[in-house]
Structure formats: structure tokens, C-alpha cells
């Protein structure tokens, strides 16, 4: 119930609304003064980044440089953004919701215009997007990898993946007959690639579900399958650049509405906690029991490597912010 709260946006309107928007202005204010060197708090992203493309079976320390000389290229060329655009991602700066990452808030109107430009000047919004696209772009190009390969020839991590959202055997064989996007001399496979899947193959699938191929089951079909590959990327990508989730928000707000004493109480103390919470429920939960058909012992290894590499770079943050403080730095 508290989950589809705020996923509808109620809470934001069931308690007083001038209270509310004394609230949010406030929070507002706290996000400036207290994130403006967000930035530097951000390099234990990278580590994280290198954990969910690990968990899709991909190499950690591969995945890490690809990500970083990715993020060296900025938001991409006008051919990768039209492969993101087909993916279903947008920019979080586009979508004004950048902060929320870390405050857990969301903000209307002029506030946010207002804090966007701020994020914006102190780079959060351009690291953000940057490793979000990377892991798009990546995310997609494997798929592409992939598209030559039967079910049986797949990897174990690909199939976990697959089946997590709803992607079976058969539904794989019709997603990768698609075409491909070509963009930076790369293949991508795309939402947009069921399109070319002639009717007579999705006939087929229908026929031996015991479905008669109507024109509408066939579209409904193909939006089914261009829905689950979207969704498992678009998903994703909060695992890959950590970011609370409306399941994040459910467990931080208890289902109280903004405007009202307790609402009002648990968003102000609550208002930097999301992101640890995030933590706990999506990378913790991803190591420990997303990762239980490989046994305790890989699971175990894997979240050490990622515990060590997020303290270094978390070592990393505090010196960069120590620094510009004119600070000596911590010894290791």
C-alpha cells in the first residue's frame, strides 16, 4: 500500500499543502548547503557501477574502465543519444530529479529550476548522466553480443537476468531476430529492434501458447516484449548508478503524506538517508541473495571485492573534499 502511494504521487497532495511547501523549501535549501560538494562524494559510484555489470557477468575491473572512458566522452554523440532515447533513457538533468539520489526528495515548479542550476555548476547533474548513459549504452551493446547466441548458449548471469523479467527461451529467440542500431561503430539492441520481428514469428510464439494470432494479440505482443527489454534496462540502471526507487521512498516515508506532523518529521530526518537505504535494499540485497543460485562462497567474495573497492574510493572523496577544504588528508 505505502508502495503505490508513491508510485501514484498521492502523498504529495493528502496533507497541508502550505505545510508542505515549507517543507520542501526547506529540504530545498539543505540540499544546496549541504551537497555542494556532492560531487566528490560520488567516486564510490564507480565501484558499484564495476558491482552490476560484474553481477550480469561481465569483468569488474573491465567494466570500471570501460564506464570511466565512457564518462570521459560526456553525454555522447547525436547517434547515442537517439539509441538512449529508443531505450527509454532520459537524463536525470532533463528530468529534474537529480537530487533525489541523495535527498530523497522531489521538488515542483521553481525550486527545482532553481536547484537543478545549482547541481548543474557543482557537476552532480554531469556525473550522473555520464555513468547512466554508460551503463545504458553498455547494457544494450551486450544485448548485442548476445543476439548470435541460442538460450542454452548463454551465460548463467544472462539468463538470471533475462528470466528476472519475464524473458524466456522462446521470448529470447524473437527478441534477438531484431535488428540491430548501429551507433559509434558499435552494435546496440534496442527496444525498437521487435519492430522489424516479422508477424509470422510472433504467430508462432502465439500458436504454441494455444493463442489464436489475432491483429490485436500480435500488437499486444510486440509491445509486451519491447515493455519487459526496456524495463530490465531502464531497471537496471538504478542498480548501476545507485538510486532510490519508489520501494526506497515507501520504507523511508512509512506511507505518512508530506504536509502532515509525522510526514513532515520523518522526510526531515530522513532527507540523506536514502541513499544508504538504497544501498542496503538494492547492492546488498543484489550480492547476498540475488546472487544465491552461485552459492555462499561467490557471493561472499564478491561483495568483499566490492566492500574494498568502495572503501578506496570512498578514501579517494575523503581527501578530494579534504583538499579543497585546504585540509591535510586522513592517513590511510
Do not use: C
Request: glycine residues 10%; proline residues 3%.
Amino acid at each position: 500500500s505505502n508502495q503505490i502511494k508513491e508510485v501514484d504521487g498521492s502523498l504529495n497532495f493528502e496533507g497541508n499543502a502550505s505545510a508542505a511547501a515549507i517543507g520542501r523549501t526547506i529540504r530545498m535549501w539543505q540540499n544546496m548547503t549541504k551537497l555542494g560538494k556532492v560531487l566528490m562524494s560520488s567516486f564510490s559510484d564507480i565501484p558499484l557501477f564495476s558491482g552490476e555489470f560484474a553481477y550480469q557477468g561481465r569483468s569488474f575491473f573491465g567494466s570500471m574502465l570501460e564506464g570511466m572512458g565512457s564518462m570521459l566522452k560526456g553525454r555522447g554523440t547525436v547517434e547515442q543519444q537517439k539509441i538512449l532515447s529508443q531505450l527509454g533513457v532520459f537524463f536525470d538533468g532533463m528530468a529534474a530529479d537529480v537530487t533525489a539520489r541523495f535527498s530523497g526528495d522531489e521538488l515542483p515548479g521553481r525550486m527545482t529550476r532553481m536547484q537543478n542550476i545549482f547541481f548543474k555548476l557543482n557537476g552532480l547533474q554531469w556525473w550522473t548522466d555520464t555513468w547512466r548513459k554508460s551503463a545504458a549504452l553498455m547494457m544494450s551493446h551486450d544485448l548485442a553480443l548476445d543476439r548470435a547466441l541460442d538460450w542454452s548458449g548463454l551465460s548463467m548471469q544472462r539468463k538470471r537476468l533475462l528470466s528476472m523479467y519475464g524473458i524466456d527461451a522462446e521470448r529470447w529467440d524473437i527478441i534477438r531476430s531484431g535488428e540491430t542500431r548501429a551507433a559509434d561503430g558499435r552494435d546496440y539492441l534496442t527496444p525498437d529492434a521487435i519492430n522489424d520481428v516479422p508477424d509470422s514469428t510472433l504467430v508462432s510464439y502465439l500458436q504454441r501458447q494455444g493463442q489464436d494470432a489475432t491483429p490485436a494479440r500480435l500488437e499486444n505482443l510486440r509491445f509486451d516484449l519491447q515493455n519487459q527489454l526496456r524495463t530490465m534496462i531502464r531497471d537496471r540502471l538504478d542498480f548501476a548508478v545507485l538510486t532510490p526507487d519508489g520501494k526506497t521512498r515507501s520504507y523511508v516515508r512509512q506511507g505518512t503524506a508530506a504536509g502532515t506532523g509525522v510526514g513532515e518529521t520523518l522526510r526531515f530526518i530522513m532527507q540523506f538517508k536514502s541513499f544508504p537505504i538504497a544501498f542496503m535494499q538494492k547492492v546488498m540485497g543484489r550480492e547476498f541473495i540475488g546472487r544465491a543460485n552461485e552459492g555462499k562462497g561467490a557471493a561472499f567474495l564478491n561483495f568483499s571485492r566490492l566492500f574494498l573497492m568502495t572503501t578506496l574510493f570512498g578514501y579517494g572523496s575523503m581527501t578530494a573534499k579534504e583538499w579543497l577544504a585546504g585540509k591535510t588528508p586522513r592517513i590511510p
